[in-house]
């Protein structure tokens, strides 16, 4: 497939190159260790209906971009919540449930977080208060009822349901279960990011010989992308290239690394990738992110429709993936790299190559997916 014709749809528009960049597997595994990481993996793999999630090799992208591999991890199958954070919330209630099982569960989403905080109260037989903003779908917040969560719509963005969870918990002595760390409050950030960190010892094992050059990570809050640095910390033999990703619309890590502090942004436009439509950076994330990050980009939201409608009808590998709008960033900044030589030779992409993206969710919000692929269609 001829991918230069959609150049102007496909241009990344921001890049940084973190100038603190120092990749200690000593450091990261000192605010990760791999107790940590072991446990959640030893965990969560005995659960009912564990199974580790596809790793997917994009090969026909991989052709026509002329890279030896792309490896896809494809999150859409995990358990029946369609999303790697699946093993993030629910793993840390079944943490402090173990302490105390009497409580009230609290937590802000933008969707796929409070689905597995939910499911993950509902298993173990735990009260949920989920606080959502105006921006979160109808369907979304349906699907986290059906978990049996008390859901409490908020006037304003991400940042405002955040607030809100915080001042009603606290009035009210809930328990917040949040992916996002602040001042005093990371211990169940950590078993958050834990669990999510099982991706890639599943990658490890299913990769076998094949040692990535490159990882690229989205960020929003940054959770999962300090997970996923970790989990390479303790089990990558290599450390590949490190790349992270995020919207023009809520480049938020990439400013903290620019500014070398965490730099909270007021977000004027919301990203269509919900998830990852966040202006404030985890503190826990920003140990790790600072650090280990060497290069960040930040993609236009209009290549997503595009890229998610290519996964759908196998253009990009022989099967069909069912990808969500948070699931393309990896894909898109190849694609910005095949158009842009400099940008390329920034990020050392070469021929012999072996990339690894996440697809980190499905089709979470069911009409929306369809939506944005009759786009697609359109474009293609």
């Known amino acids: 497939m001829d991918y230069l014709k959609y150049k102007n749809l496909l241009n990344c528009s921001i890049y940084h190159l973190n100038q603190n960049y120092n990749f200690s597997k000593n450091y990261i595994l000192n605010i990760f260790s791999n107790k940590n990481l072991s446990d959640a993996y030893n965990n969560i793999s005995k659960w009912k209906d564990y199974k580790p999630t596809p790793l997917i090799e994009l090969n026909k992208l991989a052709k026509d971009l002329k890279i030896n591999k792309i490896f896809y991890k494809d999150e859409s199958k995990r358990f029946h919540l369609e999303s790697f954070k699946a093993l993030g919330g629910a793993y840390a209630i079944e943490q402090i449930a173990k302490k105390n099982n009497k409580i009230i569960i609290s937590t802000a989403t933008a969707g796929n977080h409070g689905r597995s905080v939910a499911w993950g109260a509902q298993r173990l037989g735990i009260k949920c208060k989920i606080f959502i903003s105006k921006n979160v779908s ?165 290549a997503v429709p595009f890229v998610i409608t290519l996964l759908n009808k196998a253009k990009l590998s022989d099967d069909k993936i069912i990808g969500g709008e948070c699931s393309t960033p990896g894909i898109i900044t190849l694609f910005a790299a095949h158009m842009n030589f400099d940008l390329k030779n920034k990020l050392s992409i070469k021929s012999d190559s072996k990339i690894l993206v996440f697809g980190c969710e499905g089709a979470t919000d069911k009409q929306i997916y369809e939506k944005l692929i009759k786009i697609g269609e359109q474009i293609i």
């Open 138 to 302: 109808k369907t979304r917040e349906e699907e986290m009822k059906k978990f049996g969560a008390e859901i409490i719509r908020v006037n304003g963005n991400y940042d405002d349901s955040f607030k809100k969870c915080k001042e009603i918990s606290k009035k009210n002595n809930w328990q917040i279960v949040q992916d996002i760390s602040w001042e005093n409050y990371s211990d169940i950030p950590t078993l958050i990011m834990s669990g999510y960190s099982v991706m890639i010892k599943e990658i490890v094992d299913q990769l076998k010989n094949h040692n990535p050059t490159h990882v690229i990570l989205q960020a929003g809050v940054g959770g999962m992308a300090a997970a996923a640095i970790a989990g390479i910390a303790a089990y990558f033999k290599k450390i590949p290239e490190i790349i992270i990703v995020e919207s023009n619309n809520a480049a938020g890590l990439l400013q903290s690394i620019k500014n070398n502090k965490p730099t909270k942004l007021n977000i004027k436009k919301e990203s269509i990738m919900g998830g990852m439509s966040c202006g404030e950076i985890s503190l826990i994330a920003w140990k790790v992110l600072n650090k280990s990050t060497k290069h960040s980009i930040a993609i236009p939201d209009d």
